[in-house]
């Protein structure tokens, strides 16, 4: 038996890689897993009640609307 | 040999500039970054509305501001003066042991949590003024009141005191 090419049988040559070349075939396998889980993993993190927190402010949050009257600390 | 006086070391400050006489004076806060951060919170609970004020009147008043708005500032450093002044009249020890820390520390909160809960609990107590950090997540506890502060370097144990929340004590009470 030939050592099988990934482009022709690409699950028989996975079987294969994982037995015969186990550090190639996991390295793989865990590297692709962070950018598949980006999509996926934050919708279950919000089904299971997570909260994302609110972005923290990176200058000062001035209020809307009108000014108030204030008094006390004055001259 | 110079001939000119100094004007700025670590004993004077010659303000060589001074402000005109028809501007009121007002002196500074006088408390170094440590005491400020330590204060913080409480300045925020209790000066909000001035230094709301202050800013708003800088956003209306583009480019003009620090001209235009002068009273307002006047009255944003007076009121963290008088907590400063307030947390100094009845929680001297505790502002003191919680700023030292900071200042031991690297002024990393999360490094002086159970002094943080003793002040805070004095200056709730004695000047009902209390530490909140706006927009935390409401499914995690906030982060001031963990008793595992997975960043700090001394693991916080028995002995150094409990969390300190108003509302939580109150309904520890009922």
Same mark, same amino acid.
């Given at each position: 038996?030939?050592?099988?090419?990934?482009?022709?049988?690409? !699950?028989?040559?996975?079987?294969?890689?994982?037995?015969?070349?186990?550090? !190639?075939?996991?390295?793989?396998?865990?590297?692709?897993?962070?950018? !598949?889980?980006?999509?996926?993993?934050?919708?279950?993190?919000?089904?299971?009640?997570?909260?994302?927190?609110?972005?923290?402010?990176?200058?000062?949050?001035?209020?809307?609307?009108?000014?108030?009257? !204030?008094?006390?600390?004055?001259? | 040999?110079?001939?000119?006086?100094?004007?700025?070391?670590?004993?004077?400050?010659?303000?060589?500039?001074?402000?005109?006489?028809?501007?009121?004076?007002?002196?500074?806060?006088?408390?170094?970054?440590?005491?400020?951060?330590?204060?913080?919170?409480?300045?925020?609970?209790?000066?909000?509305?001035?230094?709301?004020?202050?800013?708003?009147?800088?956003?209306?008043?583009?480019?003009?501001?620090?001209?235009?708005?002068?009273?307002?500032?006047?009255?944003?450093?007076?009121?963290? /003066?008088?907590?400063?002044?307030?947390?100094?009249?009845?929680? +001297?020890?505790?502002?003191?042991?919680?700023?030292?820390?900071?200042?031991?520390?690297? /002024?990393?909160?999360?490094?002086?949590?159970?002094?943080?809960?003793?002040?805070?609990?004095?200056?709730?107590?004695?000047?009902? +003024?209390?530490?909140?950090?706006?927009?935390?997540?409401?499914?995690?506890?906030?982060?001031?009141?963990?008793?595992?502060?997975?960043?700090?370097?001394?693991?916080?144990?028995?002995?150094?005191?409990?969390?300190?929340?108003?509302?939580?004590?109150?309904?520890?009470?009922?």
């Amino acid at each position: 038996m030939s050592t099988p090419y990934f482009w022709a049988t690409p !699950l028989r040559y996975c079987r294969w890689a994982a037995r015969e070349r186990p550090a !190639l075939f996991w390295s793989v396998i865990i590297g692709a897993a962070g950018p !598949l889980a980006m999509p996926i993993v934050p919708p279950i993190r919000y089904y299971f009640g997570d909260i994302e927190p609110a972005p923290v402010p990176v200058t000062y949050p001035v209020p809307n609307g009108p000014r108030k009257q !204030l008094s006390g600390y004055d001259d | 040999m110079a001939t000119r006086r100094s004007h700025f070391h670590q004993q004077v400050l010659v303000d060589t500039t001074p402000l005109p006489d028809d501007v009121p004076a007002v002196k500074e806060v006088g408390a170094s970054s440590a005491p400020l951060l330590s204060a913080s919170f409480f300045i925020g609970a209790r000066c909000r509305d001035y230094n709301d004020d202050y800013m708003q009147c800088k956003t209306e008043k583009a480019g003009r501001g620090e001209f235009d708005c002068m009273k307002e500032g006047r009255r944003v450093t007076r009121c963290a /003066q008088s907590v400063i002044k307030d947390i100094n009249t009845h929680c +001297l020890a505790e502002f003191r042991r919680h700023w030292e820390c900071l200042d031991d520390r690297n /002024q990393q909160l999360w490094q002086c949590r159970p002094a943080e809960w003793k002040l805070n609990k004095c200056v709730y107590e004695n000047l009902k +003024l209390e530490k909140k950090i706006p927009d935390q997540p409401a499914n995690v506890t906030p982060v001031e009141l963990r008793p595992k502060q997975i960043f700090a370097d001394v693991r916080i144990g028995p002995g150094d005191g409990k969390p300190f929340a108003p509302s939580q004590s109150n309904a520890a009470k009922q």
